[in-house]
């Protein structure tokens, strides 16, 4: 009896360890794919739509021999599969060219401006996050009354808007006419050569080193932005929040919960949005993948200097290398947020551990 | 309904008429289809928000095709001497006029044609990819399924304004490049979408009798699974109107959409932005357009899902 249990115990772990292989091969294959695609994709877009990618980067009054050799330079003599395997080498290894714009390689551009963007993103997603999903509850809760319909509306403008446009608007509003806000900016010009960052995210630097009045600083220059990119992911989140609470609120643990006599406060906040909090991880990290593609617009408007701003500025430029290096970084970026976003899912959710 | 629905002798209501309509058992496919039409026409039009948005665009529709008895002045040629920066509410320039002393009210309608030849070419573009995509790979299955899924959740892992942005700057600025960009990055979901609804009933009884008939799989895919994808495809891409609009903007915007001096809203907003503190109105009021259009379309197309597929409904 005893030895027939274990041996079931066994297989079923055998079992269970081989499917979770199986599961970590499929997911490795799903991320090298689409790892490669994003390589094959900036390739042909860097390399075979433009007509001539010499020409784009030596000008069409360069010399016959000029344009020859930065061809040979470039590798463009070669067969495209042979310059393919070039590219994804040189990607893989950080190398994404230099750009023409800064000189500098653009992989030491990238890291350079990437924890702006981070930094903006990061707060947005905060905020969105923290007005978001009481928004979303209290519309769940009051189904069909005019807070229901205030949320939905403030929702729907959020869908609705372009974000450059209200960023403009907002400037004039704020920094113009109030002055609660600074100038387009990361850091007042006083501080930018007192103020060091170590890590390239001005606000924890700031209060890691005691410097409270440049936090003070920063964190002005950096609210608007992050309030409108805020507003955004508000607009997701809450709409999703709603739709999760009014699954959760239609389950019958919720008339247990009641029957038992709990109040309605706990029976929302304790036991509906413990339940519902688990797709909303996903949500909310699939809304800060969408801050960092709003941001493109955004740290234009802003002045930000950041990933968004780095790419408007060399699309201006025509300086491809680093488009296409921002544009695969930020793709990759968006597959591990991705991954990152299922794996949480599925830490958190006990039923897909068991399967 | 008649109190002996079984009698021989029953009435048929009038033909149009509400009972007509509703009736359960219709006696021709005409009937059906206009009684199925109707039943979703009277759960859309329940829902207040949904016939504004319906309202909206087709004011657009409107606006766009009588943009030269509406626009009192010309969108493209201004009135340098007498007419620069103007304040909404000057005399014959309701809107106010912009550095170029044109007409912002003209450009606005003007630039609905350019918002709707935008959104309708990127529609009758990346829909079709998606519905072949997604029901190819749906029906066939296998390994099709397995390439083709692949492919689509590359574009999927791409931000869809960022791959817009690379290739317009790879395929030069200009609106065609622009839309041809949107479209590339819009079909992924369609496919996914096609792609569900097909397995669906792609082992069902009326496939495998059309199979029977010795039907080819190009032929049912055409005839049989496409037309079943529609209606979800339709509610997809009427919900992603606006954000094909605000792409589209972003991109008129940076310089990389149309061009001047075409009066595309995204790029009125750019030239405007140089007088946002003292002109705000330049900028201000083709952002507003975008934003009514868009609203428009969410509405819109909230309400056609919620009509179609009321289990999605109140969600």
Redesign the interface.
């Known amino acids: 009896m005893a030895l027939s249990d274990t041996s079931a115990v066994t297989r079923r772990n055998r079992r269970r360890a081989s499917s979770a292989a199986m599961g970590l091969l499929r997911f490795a294959v799903?991320t090298l794919?689409?790892v490669f695609?994003?390589l094959?994709?900036?390739f042909f877009?860097?390399r075979v739509?433009?007509i001539d990618p010499v020409l784009a980067i030596v000008g069409d009054r360069a010399p016959a021999h000029v344009v020859e050799r930065t061809r040979i330079e470039l590798g463009l003599n070669l067969p495209l599969y042979q310059q393919f395997f070039i590219y994804v080498e040189q990607a893989l290894s950080g190398n994404f060219g230099t750009s023409v714009l800064t000189t500098n390689p653009v992989f030491e551009d990238i890291k350079r401006v990437f924890p702006a963007t981070i930094e903006l993103a990061t707060i947005g997603t905060l905020i969105g996050a923290i007005l978001g999903i009481p928004l979303g509850v209290l519309a769940a809760v009051k189904r069909g009354s005019i807070a229901d319909q205030v949320v939905r509306v403030i929702g729907?403008?959020g869908?609705?808007?372009?974000?450059?446009?209200?960023g403009?608007?907002s400037?004039?509003l704020f920094y113009?006419k109030l002055r609660w806000v600074a100038y387009p900016g990361r850091i007042d010009v006083v501080y930018e050569y007192t103020f060091t960052s170590t890590t390239g995210f001005f606000l924890f630097d700031a209060a890691w080193q005691g410097q409270w009045d440049v936090f003070r600083d920063v964190f002005r220059h950096v609210i608007l932005p992050a309030s409108l990119l805020g507003y955004f992911s508000l607009a997701y989140i809450s709409r999703m929040t709603r739709?999760f609470m009014?699954?959760e609120l239609s389950q019958e643990y919720i008339v247990a919960a009641r029957a038992k006599g709990l109040s309605e406060t706990r029976i929302i906040w304790f036991h509906a949005l413990r339940n519902a909090a688990v797709p909303l991880v996903t949500v909310i990290a699939l809304s800060y993948?969408?801050l960092?593609?709003g941001s493109?617009?955004t740290e234009?408007i802003f002045s930000w200097p950041g990933l968004g701003l780095y790419?408007?500025n060399s699309?201006?430029n025509?300086d491809?290398n680093a488009?296409?290096g921002?544009?695969l970084v930020?793709?990759a970026v968006?597959?591990g947020i991705?991954i990152f976003s299922d794996l949480l899912y599925r830490t958190l959710d006990p039923r897909t551990r068991s399967r | 309904m008649s109190p002996n629905p079984t009698g021989a002798a029953q009435a048929q209501p009038r033909p149009y008429s509400r009972e007509w309509l509703l009736s359960d058992r219709p006696v021709s496919r005409r009937q059906a289809r206009l009684g199925r039409a109707y039943i979703v026409w009277r759960r859309f039009a329940e829902n207040r928000l949904a016939l504004v948005g319906l309202a909206i665009i087709i004011l657009l529709l409107l606006v766009a095709a009588f943009a030269d008895v509406l626009s009192p002045h010309d969108p493209v040629v201004g009135d340098l001497r007498n007419a620069r920066l103007l304040p909404p509410g000057s005399e014959g320039y309701l809107l106010g006029t912009d550095d170029q002393g044109r007409d912002i009210l003209s450009r606005l309608v003007y630039g609905s044609r350019l918002t709707l030849l935008v959104v309708v070419l990127v529609a009758i573009i990346a829909a079709p990819i998606g519905l072949i995509v997604g029901t190819v790979s749906g029906y066939i299955g296998g390994w099709a399924d397995a390439v083709l899924m692949?492919?689509t959740?590359?574009?999927l892992?791409?931000?869809?304004?960022?791959?817009a942005?690379?290739?317009v700057?790879?395929?030069g600025p200009g609106i065609e490049n622009a839309i041809l960009a949107i479209a590339v990055t819009s079909w992924p979901p369609y496919a996914r979408i096609a792609r569900a609804e097909t397995m669906t009933f792609r082992n069902s009884e009326f496939i495998a009798a059309v199979k029977l008939m010795g039907a080819s799989p190009l032929r049912i895919i055409l005839r049989h699974v496409m037309p079943l994808c529609v209606s979800s495809l339709i509610v997809r891409v009427t919900l992603d109107m606006?954000g094909i609009i605000?792409t589209a903007?972003?991109l008129g915007?940076?310089?990389?959409g149309a061009q001047p001096p075409l009066p595309e809203w995204?790029a009125m907003?750019a030239s405007g932005?140089r007088f946002?503190?003292d002109q705000?109105w330049v900028?201000?009021m083709?952002?507003f357009a975008?934003?009514v259009v868009?609203?428009g379309?969410?509405?819109l197309g909230d309400g056609l899902r919620d009509a179609l597929d009321p289990k999605e409904a109140?969600?």
Not at chain 1, 159 to 166: A, C, D, Q
Not at chain 2, 253 to 256: D, T
């Open positions: 799903t794919t689409t695609g994003l094959v994709v900036t877009i860097g739509i433009p729907l403008i869908y609705s808007v372009p974000i450059f446009w209200l403009l608007l400037l004039v113009a739709s009014l699954n993948a969408g960092l593609e493109v617009l234009t790419i408007t699309l201006q025509a491809m488009v296409l921002g544009t930020i793709g968006f597959v991705n | 692949r492919i959740d590359i574009f892992a791409f931000p869809k304004l960022v791959l942005l690379a290739l700057a790879a395929l606006a605000l903007a972003g915007f940076l310089g990389l995204g907003i932005r946002i503190l705000w900028a201000a083709p952002g975008i934003l868009s609203l379309f969410n509405l109140g969600q």
